[in-house]
Protein backbone atom coordinates (compact mmCIF):
# COMPACT_ATOMS: atom_id res chain seq x y z
CA UNK A 1 0.00 0.00 0.00
CA UNK A 2 1.54 3.48 -1.55
CA UNK A 3 1.87 6.02 1.18
CA UNK A 4 0.12 9.91 0.10
CA UNK A 5 2.66 12.23 -1.07
CA UNK A 6 2.82 15.99 0.02
CA UNK A 7 4.65 18.09 -2.24
CA UNK A 8 5.87 21.99 -0.43
CA UNK A 9 6.22 23.73 -3.27
CA UNK A 10 7.08 28.09 -3.57
CA UNK A 11 9.87 30.17 -4.17
CA UNK A 12 13.07 30.43 -3.26
CA UNK A 13 13.70 31.79 0.08
CA UNK A 14 10.45 31.35 1.55
CA UNK A 15 11.26 28.68 4.05
CA UNK A 16 10.46 25.52 2.64
CA UNK A 17 13.45 23.67 3.83
CA UNK A 18 12.92 24.88 6.90
CA UNK A 19 9.45 23.76 7.13
CA UNK A 20 10.45 20.48 5.69
CA UNK A 21 12.70 20.07 8.52
CA UNK A 22 9.96 21.12 10.73
CA UNK A 23 7.50 17.95 9.62
CA UNK A 24 10.10 15.01 9.62
CA UNK A 25 11.57 15.90 12.59
CA UNK A 26 15.45 16.37 11.36
CA UNK A 27 17.75 18.81 9.90
CA UNK A 28 18.13 16.86 6.16
CA UNK A 29 17.68 19.76 3.88
CA UNK A 30 19.93 22.43 3.56
CA UNK A 31 19.07 25.60 4.92
CA UNK A 32 20.71 28.56 3.92
CA UNK A 33 19.90 32.28 3.38
CA UNK A 34 20.71 31.71 -0.83
CA UNK A 35 17.63 31.68 -2.79
CA UNK A 36 17.89 28.98 -4.98
CA UNK A 37 20.06 26.51 -2.30
CA UNK A 38 17.97 23.36 -2.55
CA UNK A 39 18.40 22.34 -6.06
CA UNK A 40 16.80 18.51 -6.02
CA UNK A 41 13.62 17.45 -4.34
CA UNK A 42 14.49 15.66 -0.82
CA UNK A 43 12.40 13.25 -0.30
CA UNK A 44 11.54 11.39 3.44
CA UNK A 45 8.73 9.75 5.20
CA UNK A 46 6.37 12.16 7.71
CA UNK A 47 3.65 11.21 10.16
CA UNK A 48 0.88 13.57 11.90
CA UNK A 49 -1.57 12.03 14.17
CA UNK A 50 -2.34 8.36 12.48
CA UNK A 51 -1.62 9.47 9.10
CA UNK A 52 2.15 8.05 7.40
CA UNK A 53 2.85 10.12 4.22
CA UNK A 54 6.37 10.81 1.72
CA UNK A 55 7.42 14.16 1.89
CA UNK A 56 8.86 16.35 -1.14
CA UNK A 57 11.04 19.16 -0.57
CA UNK A 58 11.35 20.89 -3.67
CA UNK A 59 13.42 23.45 -5.28
CA UNK A 60 11.93 27.21 -5.75
CA UNK A 61 9.94 28.08 -8.93
CA UNK A 62 10.78 31.65 -10.29
CA UNK A 63 10.61 32.61 -13.37
CA UNK A 64 14.28 34.24 -14.53
CA UNK A 65 17.88 33.50 -15.86
CA UNK A 66 19.75 32.98 -12.97
CA UNK A 67 21.53 29.52 -12.46
CA UNK A 68 19.58 26.63 -11.45
CA UNK A 69 15.54 28.19 -11.89
CA UNK A 70 14.99 26.09 -14.98
CA UNK A 71 16.08 22.61 -13.31
CA UNK A 72 14.72 23.76 -10.09
CA UNK A 73 11.36 24.79 -12.02
CA UNK A 74 11.73 21.56 -13.75
CA UNK A 75 12.51 19.65 -10.35
CA UNK A 76 8.95 21.26 -8.15
CA UNK A 77 6.60 20.70 -11.49
CA UNK A 78 7.92 16.78 -11.59
CA UNK A 79 7.10 16.79 -7.57
CA UNK A 80 3.76 18.43 -8.10
CA UNK A 81 2.67 15.74 -11.11
CA UNK A 82 3.82 13.12 -8.21
CA UNK A 83 2.05 14.54 -4.99
CA UNK A 84 -1.64 14.05 -3.98
CA UNK A 85 -1.37 17.29 -1.90
CA UNK A 86 0.44 20.15 -2.16
CA UNK A 87 1.73 22.72 0.66
CA UNK A 88 1.88 26.43 -1.19
CA UNK A 89 4.85 28.20 0.80
CA UNK A 90 4.90 31.96 0.83
CA UNK A 91 6.61 34.66 3.13
CA UNK A 92 4.36 37.37 4.58
CA UNK A 93 7.20 39.49 5.11
CA UNK A 94 7.17 40.05 1.58
CA UNK A 95 4.01 40.07 0.62
CA UNK A 96 2.63 38.65 -2.43
CA UNK A 97 4.67 38.92 -5.43
CA UNK A 98 4.67 38.17 -8.68
CA UNK A 99 6.26 35.46 -8.30
CA UNK A 100 4.22 34.09 -6.17
CA UNK A 101 1.40 34.13 -8.77
CA UNK A 102 3.38 32.50 -11.24
CA UNK A 103 3.85 29.50 -9.05
CA UNK A 104 0.20 29.91 -8.21
CA UNK A 105 -0.54 29.89 -12.45
CA UNK A 106 1.13 26.38 -11.96
CA UNK A 107 -0.88 25.27 -8.87
CA UNK A 108 -4.03 25.60 -10.79
CA UNK A 109 -2.84 23.67 -13.25
CA UNK A 110 -2.00 20.64 -11.42
CA UNK A 111 -5.36 20.49 -10.88
CA UNK A 112 -4.18 18.91 -7.43
CA UNK A 113 -5.54 19.69 -3.28
CA UNK A 114 -3.46 23.06 -2.65
CA UNK A 115 -2.91 24.05 1.18
CA UNK A 116 -1.61 27.73 1.40
CA UNK A 117 0.61 28.20 4.29
CA UNK A 118 2.03 31.60 4.74
CA UNK A 119 5.34 31.32 6.25
CA UNK A 120 7.81 33.93 9.32
CA UNK A 121 4.23 35.16 11.33
CA UNK A 122 6.23 34.90 14.06
CA UNK A 123 3.69 36.81 16.77
CA UNK A 124 0.13 36.59 16.72
CA UNK A 125 0.46 40.53 15.93
CA UNK A 126 1.37 39.67 12.51
CA UNK A 127 -1.79 37.27 11.27
CA UNK A 128 -3.33 40.55 10.01
CA UNK A 129 -0.42 40.76 7.20
CA UNK A 130 -1.72 37.07 5.69
CA UNK A 131 -4.87 38.34 4.62
CA UNK A 132 -3.91 39.55 1.04
CA UNK A 133 -3.19 35.66 0.28
CA UNK A 134 -6.34 35.30 -0.15
CA UNK A 135 -6.15 36.95 -3.29
CA UNK A 136 -4.50 33.92 -5.05
CA UNK A 137 -7.52 31.63 -4.33
CA UNK A 138 -6.65 28.68 -2.89
CA UNK A 139 -9.08 29.69 0.08
CA UNK A 140 -7.80 29.92 3.91
CA UNK A 141 -4.10 30.82 4.34
CA UNK A 142 -2.60 29.37 7.36
CA UNK A 143 0.12 30.89 9.36
CA UNK A 144 2.71 29.52 10.55
CA UNK A 145 6.27 30.06 11.49
CA UNK A 146 9.02 27.75 10.63
CA UNK A 147 11.74 28.94 12.74
CA UNK A 148 9.48 28.73 16.03
CA UNK A 149 7.15 25.84 15.02
CA UNK A 150 4.48 27.67 15.81
CA UNK A 151 0.77 26.78 13.39
CA UNK A 152 2.15 23.67 12.20
CA UNK A 153 -0.38 21.22 13.69
CA UNK A 154 -3.67 23.36 12.00
CA UNK A 155 -1.68 23.12 8.79
CA UNK A 156 -1.09 19.50 8.59
CA UNK A 157 -4.87 18.68 9.80
CA UNK A 158 -5.66 20.47 6.33
CA UNK A 159 -3.28 18.67 4.54
CA UNK A 160 -4.12 15.04 5.92
CA UNK A 161 -7.83 16.00 5.28
CA UNK A 162 -6.72 16.25 1.68
CA UNK A 163 -5.83 13.03 1.72
CA UNK A 164 -7.02 10.02 -1.17
CA UNK A 165 -8.78 6.83 -0.14
CA UNK A 166 -6.23 4.59 0.69
CA UNK A 167 -6.41 1.92 -2.14
CA UNK A 168 -5.70 -1.64 -1.31
CA UNK A 169 -4.26 -3.37 -3.29
CA UNK A 170 -6.69 -5.50 -4.90
CA UNK A 171 -5.25 -8.96 -4.27
CA UNK A 172 -5.51 -12.25 -2.45
CA UNK A 173 -3.48 -12.64 1.17
CA UNK A 174 -1.56 -15.78 -0.32
CA UNK A 175 -0.56 -13.80 -3.32
CA UNK A 176 3.17 -13.11 -3.09
CA UNK A 177 4.32 -9.25 -4.35
CA UNK A 178 7.82 -8.13 -5.30
CA UNK A 179 9.74 -6.07 -6.77
CA UNK A 180 12.98 -5.27 -8.62
CA UNK A 181 15.17 -2.36 -7.51
CA UNK A 182 18.01 -1.15 -8.38
CA UNK A 183 20.10 1.62 -10.45
CA UNK A 184 19.11 2.13 -14.22
CA UNK A 185 21.05 -0.44 -16.57
CA UNK A 186 21.19 -3.72 -14.68
CA UNK A 187 18.75 -5.44 -15.74
CA UNK A 188 15.36 -5.12 -14.42
CA UNK A 189 12.83 -5.16 -17.02
CA UNK A 190 15.13 -7.73 -18.62
CA UNK A 191 14.64 -9.93 -15.56
CA UNK A 192 10.54 -9.53 -15.61
CA UNK A 193 10.50 -10.54 -19.36
CA UNK A 194 12.39 -13.52 -18.54
CA UNK A 195 10.41 -14.79 -16.02
CA UNK A 196 7.08 -13.93 -17.66
CA UNK A 197 8.78 -15.29 -20.84
CA UNK A 198 7.03 -12.63 -23.26
CA UNK A 199 8.25 -8.43 -23.41
CA UNK A 200 5.90 -7.42 -21.52
CA UNK A 201 8.00 -4.60 -20.38
CA UNK A 202 10.27 -2.21 -22.92
CA UNK A 203 13.69 -3.26 -22.27
CA UNK A 204 16.27 -1.05 -23.90
CA UNK A 205 20.18 -0.30 -23.25
CA UNK A 206 19.86 2.99 -22.93
CA UNK A 207 19.38 3.99 -19.22
CA UNK A 208 16.28 4.52 -17.36
CA UNK A 209 14.18 3.50 -20.03
CA UNK A 210 11.10 2.18 -17.23
CA UNK A 211 9.30 5.59 -16.79
CA UNK A 212 6.52 3.62 -14.13
CA UNK A 213 6.05 0.43 -12.35
CA UNK A 214 3.88 -1.98 -13.88
CA UNK A 215 2.31 -4.65 -11.87
CA UNK A 216 2.43 -8.28 -14.01
CA UNK A 217 0.55 -11.36 -12.12
CA UNK A 218 2.29 -14.65 -12.58
CA UNK A 219 1.84 -18.31 -11.41
CA UNK A 220 4.90 -20.70 -10.70
CA UNK A 221 4.05 -24.43 -8.63
CA UNK A 222 -0.10 -23.32 -7.81
CA UNK A 223 1.87 -20.20 -6.03
CA UNK A 224 0.13 -16.65 -7.51
CA UNK A 225 3.19 -13.44 -7.83
CA UNK A 226 2.77 -10.35 -8.79
CA UNK A 227 5.52 -8.60 -10.17
CA UNK A 228 6.00 -4.68 -9.46
CA UNK A 229 9.01 -3.70 -12.06
CA UNK A 230 10.24 -0.07 -11.17
CA UNK A 231 11.81 2.85 -12.54
CA UNK A 232 16.00 2.89 -11.81
CA UNK A 233 16.84 5.20 -9.18
CA UNK A 234 19.48 7.66 -10.18
CA UNK A 235 22.40 8.57 -8.43
CA UNK A 236 21.46 11.91 -6.72
CA UNK A 237 23.08 15.10 -8.43
CA UNK A 238 23.51 13.08 -12.04
CA UNK A 239 22.21 15.40 -14.56
CA UNK A 240 19.44 13.03 -16.55
CA UNK A 241 16.38 13.57 -18.44
CA UNK A 242 13.60 15.34 -16.28
CA UNK A 243 11.25 12.03 -16.35
CA UNK A 244 14.21 9.84 -14.82
CA UNK A 245 13.92 12.69 -11.62
CA UNK A 246 10.90 10.77 -10.07
CA UNK A 247 12.28 7.62 -10.07
CA UNK A 248 13.13 7.04 -6.57
CA UNK A 249 9.88 7.90 -5.10
CA UNK A 250 8.37 5.65 -8.17
CA UNK A 251 10.70 3.11 -6.50
CA UNK A 252 9.69 4.12 -3.07
CA UNK A 253 5.94 3.58 -3.56
CA UNK A 254 6.95 -0.53 -5.27
CA UNK A 255 8.95 -1.17 -2.28
CA UNK A 256 6.00 -0.43 0.27
CA UNK A 257 3.86 -2.30 -1.78
CA UNK A 258 5.94 -5.53 -1.84
CA UNK A 259 6.25 -8.27 0.55
CA UNK A 260 9.91 -9.11 -0.84
CA UNK A 261 12.44 -6.69 -2.80
CA UNK A 262 14.75 -7.93 -5.11
CA UNK A 263 18.02 -5.65 -5.09
CA UNK A 264 19.84 -6.02 -8.57
CA UNK A 265 23.09 -5.73 -8.81
CA UNK A 266 25.33 -5.49 -12.13
CA UNK A 267 27.46 -8.12 -12.18
CA UNK A 268 29.56 -6.94 -15.31
CA UNK A 269 30.08 -3.19 -13.30
CA UNK A 270 30.20 -4.63 -9.83
CA UNK A 271 28.86 -2.94 -6.75
CA UNK A 272 29.10 1.00 -6.37
CA UNK A 273 28.01 2.64 -3.68
CA UNK A 274 24.72 3.96 -4.72
CA UNK A 275 23.93 -0.41 -4.60
CA UNK A 276 24.23 0.15 -1.16
CA UNK A 277 21.90 2.95 -0.60
CA UNK A 278 18.95 1.68 -2.71
CA UNK A 279 19.36 -1.77 -0.54
CA UNK A 280 19.44 0.76 2.40
CA UNK A 281 15.33 1.90 1.05
CA UNK A 282 14.38 -1.66 1.45
CA UNK A 283 15.77 -2.55 4.37
CA UNK A 284 14.52 0.54 6.19
CA UNK A 285 10.91 -0.46 5.00
CA UNK A 286 11.24 -4.01 6.88
CA UNK A 287 10.56 -5.75 3.59
CA UNK A 288 12.25 -9.44 2.59
CA UNK A 289 15.25 -8.43 0.33
CA UNK A 290 17.00 -11.42 -1.85
CA UNK A 291 20.28 -9.68 -3.50
CA UNK A 292 19.99 -10.47 -7.49
CA UNK A 293 23.38 -10.30 -9.26
CA UNK A 294 22.58 -9.94 -12.98
CA UNK A 295 24.35 -10.33 -16.12
CA UNK A 296 26.56 -13.26 -14.47
CA UNK A 297 26.87 -14.31 -18.27
CA UNK A 298 29.07 -11.51 -19.21
CA UNK A 299 31.77 -12.02 -16.59
CA UNK A 300 35.11 -13.75 -17.19
CA UNK A 301 35.14 -16.60 -13.91
CA UNK A 302 36.71 -19.21 -12.74
CA UNK A 303 35.69 -21.77 -9.82
CA UNK A 304 36.52 -19.21 -7.37
CA UNK A 305 34.70 -16.02 -8.89
CA UNK A 306 31.12 -16.80 -7.68
CA UNK A 307 32.47 -17.04 -3.95
CA UNK A 308 34.47 -14.03 -3.70
CA UNK A 309 31.98 -11.78 -5.11
CA UNK A 310 29.50 -13.45 -2.30
CA UNK A 311 32.38 -12.36 -0.14
CA UNK A 312 32.31 -8.98 -1.35
CA UNK A 313 28.75 -8.54 -1.61
CA UNK A 314 28.97 -9.75 2.37
CA UNK A 315 31.19 -6.95 3.36
CA UNK A 316 29.70 -4.30 1.46
CA UNK A 317 26.01 -5.08 2.75
CA UNK A 318 26.67 -5.80 6.48
CA UNK A 319 23.13 -4.82 7.18
CA UNK A 320 21.83 -7.77 4.59
CA UNK A 321 23.32 -10.63 6.07
CA UNK A 322 20.13 -12.12 6.18
CA UNK A 323 19.43 -12.01 2.67
CA UNK A 324 20.45 -14.78 0.18
CA UNK A 325 22.18 -14.19 -3.18
CA UNK A 326 21.01 -15.39 -6.56
CA UNK A 327 23.22 -15.21 -9.57
CA UNK A 328 21.63 -15.00 -12.68
CA UNK A 329 21.37 -13.93 -15.95
CA UNK A 330 17.95 -12.84 -18.03
CA UNK A 331 19.84 -12.90 -21.37
CA UNK A 332 20.65 -16.62 -21.34
CA UNK A 333 17.74 -17.38 -18.64
CA UNK A 334 20.61 -19.59 -16.27
CA UNK A 335 19.87 -19.70 -13.31
CA UNK A 336 16.84 -18.14 -13.22
CA UNK A 337 14.77 -21.21 -12.14
CA UNK A 338 16.14 -20.21 -8.52
CA UNK A 339 14.02 -16.78 -7.97
CA UNK A 340 11.27 -17.84 -7.14
CA UNK A 341 11.71 -20.60 -5.16
CA UNK A 342 13.98 -17.90 -3.07
CA UNK A 343 11.29 -15.48 -3.20
CA UNK A 344 8.71 -18.01 -1.63
CA UNK A 345 10.94 -18.87 1.07
CA UNK A 346 11.78 -15.32 2.03
CA UNK A 347 7.95 -14.18 1.65
CA UNK A 348 6.88 -17.26 3.84
CA UNK A 349 9.49 -16.42 6.59
CA UNK A 350 8.91 -12.15 6.57
CA UNK A 351 5.41 -13.34 7.58
CA UNK A 352 6.31 -16.37 10.09
CA UNK A 353 5.43 -16.44 13.70
CA UNK A 354 7.17 -18.00 16.46
CA UNK A 355 4.58 -19.40 19.61
CA UNK A 356 5.75 -17.75 22.83
CA UNK A 357 6.85 -21.08 24.95
CA UNK A 358 9.04 -22.31 22.03
CA UNK A 359 10.75 -18.91 21.68
CA UNK A 360 11.28 -18.06 24.95
CA UNK A 361 13.39 -21.95 25.63
CA UNK A 362 15.14 -19.88 22.52
CA UNK A 363 15.73 -17.22 25.06
CA UNK A 364 16.25 -19.11 27.95
CA UNK A 365 19.31 -20.95 26.32
CA UNK A 366 20.51 -18.24 25.00
CA UNK A 367 21.17 -15.84 28.15
CA UNK A 368 22.34 -19.11 29.87
CA UNK A 369 24.86 -19.65 26.95
CA UNK A 370 25.65 -15.60 27.34
CA UNK A 371 24.67 -13.89 30.29
CA UNK A 372 24.18 -9.46 29.84
CA UNK A 373 26.93 -7.80 30.74
CA UNK A 374 26.44 -5.57 33.88
CA UNK A 375 26.46 -1.62 33.05
CA UNK A 376 28.37 0.74 35.95
CA UNK A 377 27.28 -2.49 38.70
CA UNK A 378 23.53 -2.63 37.30
CA UNK A 379 23.14 -5.94 35.36
CA UNK A 380 20.67 -6.45 32.74
CA UNK A 381 18.37 -9.39 33.59
CA UNK A 382 15.81 -10.75 30.07
CA UNK A 383 12.60 -12.07 31.68
CA UNK A 384 11.05 -12.76 28.85
CA UNK A 385 9.93 -12.36 25.16
CA UNK A 386 6.78 -12.57 22.96
CA UNK A 387 6.30 -11.86 19.05
CA UNK A 388 4.10 -9.03 18.53
CA UNK A 389 4.02 -8.84 14.78
CA UNK A 390 5.19 -10.27 11.22
CA UNK A 391 6.34 -8.24 7.86
CA UNK A 392 8.92 -8.31 9.45
CA UNK A 393 8.84 -10.51 12.30
CA UNK A 394 9.31 -8.10 15.07
CA UNK A 395 9.90 -9.22 18.89
CA UNK A 396 9.24 -7.63 22.48
CA UNK A 397 11.64 -8.55 25.13
CA UNK A 398 10.92 -7.45 28.70
CA UNK A 399 13.92 -6.81 30.94
CA UNK A 400 14.43 -4.94 34.35
CA UNK A 401 16.41 -2.19 32.59
CA UNK A 402 15.96 -0.83 29.08
CA UNK A 403 18.60 1.73 28.84
CA UNK A 404 21.29 -0.57 29.85
CA UNK A 405 20.50 -3.09 26.37
CA UNK A 406 23.36 -2.81 24.66
CA UNK A 407 23.10 -3.19 21.08
CA UNK A 408 25.70 -5.97 20.63
CA UNK A 409 24.06 -7.95 23.46
CA UNK A 410 20.34 -6.79 20.96
CA UNK A 411 22.26 -8.21 17.97
CA UNK A 412 23.61 -11.47 19.84
CA UNK A 413 19.80 -12.43 20.57
CA UNK A 414 18.51 -11.46 17.06
CA UNK A 415 21.14 -13.93 15.63
CA UNK A 416 20.46 -16.61 18.24
CA UNK A 417 16.20 -16.23 17.14
CA UNK A 418 17.98 -16.63 13.51
CA UNK A 419 19.51 -19.54 14.28
CA UNK A 420 16.86 -21.19 16.18
CA UNK A 421 14.13 -20.37 13.44
CA UNK A 422 15.49 -19.35 10.61
CA UNK A 423 14.07 -16.22 8.79
CA UNK A 424 16.08 -16.00 5.96
CA UNK A 425 15.45 -12.75 3.34
CA UNK A 426 13.52 -11.24 6.50
CA UNK A 427 14.96 -8.29 8.77
CA UNK A 428 14.45 -9.24 12.29
CA UNK A 429 13.44 -6.43 14.63
CA UNK A 430 13.84 -6.26 18.29
CA UNK A 431 12.13 -4.22 20.98
CA UNK A 432 13.36 -3.92 24.43
CA UNK A 433 10.54 -3.15 26.94
CA UNK A 434 10.59 -2.64 30.94
CA UNK A 435 8.74 -5.45 32.43
CA UNK A 436 5.87 -3.90 34.42
Known sequence: MAKPTVAIVGRPNVGKSTIFNRIVGERISIVEDTPGVTRDRIYSPGDWLSYEFNLIDTGGIEIGDAPFLEEIRQQAEIAIAEADVIIFIANSREGVTSADEEVAKILYRSKKP??????????????????????????????????????LGDLLDEVVKNFPQIDEDDFDEDVIKFSFIGRPNVGKSSLVNALLNEDRVIVSDLAGTTRDA????????????????????????????????????????????????????????????????????????????????????????????????????????????????????????????????????????????????????????????????????????????????????????????????????????RNRIRDAFGFEGTPIRIITRQRS
Not at 126 to 142: C, Q, V
Not at 335 to 357: C, D, F, G, W
Request: hydrophobic share 40%.
Open 114 to 151: VVLAVNKVDNPEMRAEIYDFYALGFGEPFPISGSHGLG
Open 214 to 413: IDSSYQYEDQDFVIIDTAGIRKKGKVYESTEKYSVLRALKAIERSDVVLVVINGEEGILEQDKKIAGYAHEAGRAVIIVVNKWDAVEKDEKTMLKFEEQIREHFLFLDYAPIVFVSAKTKKRLTNLLPAIKTASENHSQRVQSSVLNEVIVDAVAMNPAPSDKGRRLKVYYATQVAIKPPTFVVFVNEPEIMHFSYERFL
